[in-house]
């Protein structure tokens, strides 16, 4: 029950007094149940946006979507992905064959043919400077994926989903090699583009880890606008090219860099706390903590950040990670969240401080096609927001 809400937030989130929100639950339009102290109330925040939704109530500043969905199931803390546990999904699964089961998919399907994007991916990287950032090559291949497919248009499944996987090779591809690599995963393909210099299976098994985390998080902002493509029947490139220009928002994939540079900070200092200050007082918040879902606990964090100190457990900076985080957890109440050990990760294993809106990015890119696919069972154009003339 850690994520369900308390009374007075529950409240908040419909607009209403508490006694008012008692009243629902007289009518019987609301369920409590007793916390754990035997005293106050905890309400299924899935059933307060219901509620929310139906009478209309919400803030003025907030703008309310409610769609409905078989992918991924966020409720009580835990995160499950087509009615699989995503933290268990993560532990021991190939990105590969996480992706195909989350697009409904066959275990096994092709996935090994990489010519192309091999062919395409030195055009790319030949008209862009050494300098070009990560996600500009990202969106450079989402651009070339879609030129170079003339049945981009197909919206059938089994397009979608092969357009799907020729899209997250040719980005993967997209980004210039730094360390030698003899796999043929896309998660061991992606480390030899991120992190120079040697390493071990157990780390390079970090990233795997990362990438099924991150594979979908339900309706958020960037999943909403690729939704919202797909239901005017964009095709998948140009639903997914919709999703990373929201993506690039520093408040959402890209979080992890601002978590990259304290570590950089702190090991260049020899001061955590110093480090950790100053990034407070230049962005106005703890990088790495808070989330607008999670009230107590991400469940992806945890996860992740228990695989990234077991793969660099001797790693000289790696006490300096965890005394970051030992003091933002002690003065913040909100809860560390995935972009967390997901900038630990990038800074241990030299990786620059984008790396982890690349993964980011790559990873829910294969979410996003789950989403398109979805949408295009629904009826066309279904998102019609409704403004509220405010002008002279």
């Known amino acids: 029950m850690d994520a369900w809400l308390t009374s007075t937030e529950a409240a908040a989130r419909l607009?209403?007094?508490?006694?008012?929100?008692?009243?629902y639950v007289s009518r019987g339009l609301l369920q409590r149940v007793v916390d754990s102290d035997g005293r106050s109330s905890r309400f299924n925040p899935e059933e307060v946006d219901r509620l929310r939704f139906r009478s209309g109530r919400r803030g003025d500043d907030e703008i309310g979507v409610l769609v409905s969905t078989g992918i991924t199931q966020i409720a009580d803390g835990e995160l499950k992905v087509r009615g699989r546990d995503l933290i268990g999904l993560a532990?021991?699964?190939?990105?590969?064959?996480?992706?195909?089961?989350?697009?409904?998919a066959e275990p096994d399907a092709r996935w090994h043919n990489i010519d192309e994007a091999e062919e395409l991916s030195q055009r790319i990287q030949s008209v862009l400077p050494d300098s070009a950032p990560m996600m500009d090559r990202l969106?450079?291949?989402?651009?070339?994926?879609?030129?170079t497919d003339p049945l981009r248009n197909d919206l059938s499944t089994s397009s979608v989903r092969a357009a799907g996987r020729r899209l997250l090779h040719l980005m993967v591809h997209s980004l210039p090699v730094v360390a030698a690599s003899g796999e043929s995963d896309l998660s061991e393909r992606l480390w030899?583009?991120?992190?120079?210099?040697?390493?071990?299976?157990?780390?390079?098994?970090?990233?795997?880890?990362?990438?099924?985390?991150?594979?979908?998080?339900?309706?958020?902002?960037?999943?909403?606008?690729?939704?919202?493509?797909?239901?005017?029947?964009?095709?998948?490139?140009?639903?997914?090219a919709a999703g990373l220009g929201i993506l690039g928002g520093r408040l959402h994939g890209a979080a992890s860099g601002p978590v990259h540079r304290i570590f950089q900070e702190a090991a260049a200092s020899g001061d955590p706390a110093g480090a950790l200050g100053e990034a407070q007082r230049r962005t106005g918040f703890t990088p790495g903590f808070g989330h607008a879902v999670y009230r107590r606990r991400d469940p992806r964090c945890?996860?992740?950040?228990?695989?990234?100190?077991?793969?660099?457990?001797?790693?000289?900076?790696?006490?300096?990670?965890?005394?970051?985080?030992t003091l933002a957890s002690e003065r913040t109440d909100a809860p560390a969240t995935v972009d967390f050990p997901?900038?630990?990760?990038?800074?241990?294993?030299?990786?620059?401080?984008?790396?982890?809106?690349a993964?980011?990015?790559i990873a829910r890119t294969a979410g996003w096609i789950a989403h398109a696919l979805e949408e295009y069972d629904e009826d066309p154009v279904r998102f019609r927001f409704r403004a509220r003339y405010t002008g002279s």
């Open 302 to 325: 945890s996860a992740l950040m228990e695989a990234v100190a077991g793969a660099w457990p001797s790693h000289e900076h790696l006490p300096k990670v965890l005394t970051v985080q």
């Open 192 to 240: 030899s583009r991120l992190a120079p210099g040697r390493s071990n299976a157990r780390q390079r098994a970090v990233l795997n880890r990362a990438l099924v985390l991150l594979l979908d998080h339900g309706l958020a902002s960037s999943t909403l606008g690729v939704r919202v493509a797909a239901s005017v029947r964009a095709d998948p490139y140009s639903a997914v």
């Open 359 to 361: 993964v980011f990015a």
């Open 342 to 357: 997901l900038g630990a990760m990038t800074f241990l294993a030299g990786m620059r401080p984008e790396a982890g809106e």
């Open 15 to 23: 607009g209403v007094k508490r006694a008012t929100l008692y009243s």
């Open 91 to 104: 532990a021991d699964t190939r990105f590969e064959d996480a992706v195909d089961w989350v697009w409904g």
């Open 139 to 147: 969106r450079v291949a989402v651009s070339v994926a879609s030129t």
